[in-house]
């Protein structure tokens, strides 16, 4: 049974930081797309950075510089550090694992991040 499940989020204020985790069972990551993604009030649900197990890493342009995804594999964690956190990074960050070369996918419950003063 696949699980992932989200922990890491909170209130914080503008400027601040915030690292999320997500911890991944019943998947072999290194066929797997690892992945946090975000939804926020009224809108659809969007890509933030992705990561595959030899470390190529990929995120939306809005959270260049400012966000890093990262992983490690014997543990089957994924990170997402969080910096210069904006109001407008409020949202539901979800962690989704997708298997390379398919269209099996995985979500986790979610974790609600608000940034706010």
């Known amino acids: 049974q696949v699980q992932l499940v989200e922990s890491g989020g909170g209130l914080v204020q503008p400027g601040g930081s915030l690292r999320l985790s997500c911890a991944a069972s019943?998947?072999?990551?290194?066929?797997?797309?690892m992945g946090w993604y975000r939804q926020a009030p009224g809108k659809q649900r969007e890509l933030v950075a992705t990561i595959t197990s030899d470390v190529r890493t990929n995120s939306a342009d809005s959270v260049k510089g400012r966000f890093t995804i990262s992983g490690d594999n014997t543990r089957k964690m994924v990170y997402l550090q969080m910096n210069s956190l904006k109001l407008e990074d409020t949202a539901v960050y979800y962690c989704?694992?997708?298997?390379?070369?398919?269209?099996?996918?995985?979500w986790g419950q979610g974790t609600q991040v608000t940034v706010s003063s």
């Open positions: 019943g998947i072999d990551f290194s066929i797997y797309i």
């Open positions: 989704k694992a997708s298997r390379q070369y398919s269209a099996y996918s995985y």
